[in-house]
């Protein structure tokens, strides 16, 4: 089942990461999801990072209308409503991190890429390109998950599950056949 925006490419925006020790979470919420409890936080102006949690409770009346527009855009895509994420995001990395970071926001809905392929798209090596993926602070909605091994094998994922969570998030898009 296709969501019914599924654009080209993620309209999300990478906004230059606050400088260490200035970026401070303002609030979190949390949401169950098919992969698991996942814990948003923010600051006043952007989503900082994602988190896996074992508990997805969290407090009902969130007030942010950036988490709450988060929680929501979340919920859409894992419910087939929503192929590209349109949030402000600030993740903390180096500048190779973020560019690859921003590579992979590139990558749309139902497509893969390699370590190899992102790596000649960054100026980097594959094996950096690897790091970086693993240094993603805010899995799915920074989609590092379609990025794939070369020969397209499925290797790596830091989300709680490993290789299984990739391995449904790429089928749940249409990526990957079961």
Request: charged share 20%; net charge negative; aromatic share 6%.
């Amino acid at each position: 089942m296709a969501p019914s925006n599924t654009p080209r490419a993620a309209p999300t925006v990478l906004l230059p990461a606050a400088p260490a020790g200035t970026g401070v979470a303002t609030a979190r919420v949390r949401l169950d999801s098919p992969v698991g409890g996942l814990e948003i936080e923010a600051t006043d102006e952007a989503i900082v990072a994602v988190y896996w949690v074992d508990d997805p409770r969290g407090p009902p009346d969130v007030t942010d209308p950036l988490l709450t527009e988060a929680r929501d855009q979340l919920a859409a895509y894992f419910a087939y409503r929503l192929a590209a994420f349109d949030l402000p995001l600030a993740p903390a990395g180096s500048p190779f991190e973020r560019d690859v970071w921003r590579q992979m926001c590139d990558i749309p809905f139902g497509e893969t890429m390699t370590y190899g392929e992102m790596a000649t798209a960054v100026g980097g090596m594959a094996r950096a390109v690897g790091s970086a993926c693993g240094a993603n602070p805010i899995p799915v909605i920074i989609p590092c998950h379609r990025v794939l091994g070369a020969g397209n094998r499925m290797v790596g994922y830091s989300g709680r599950g490993r290789i299984e969570t990739k391995r449904w998030l790429l089928v749940h898009e249409g990526a990957l056949l079961v």
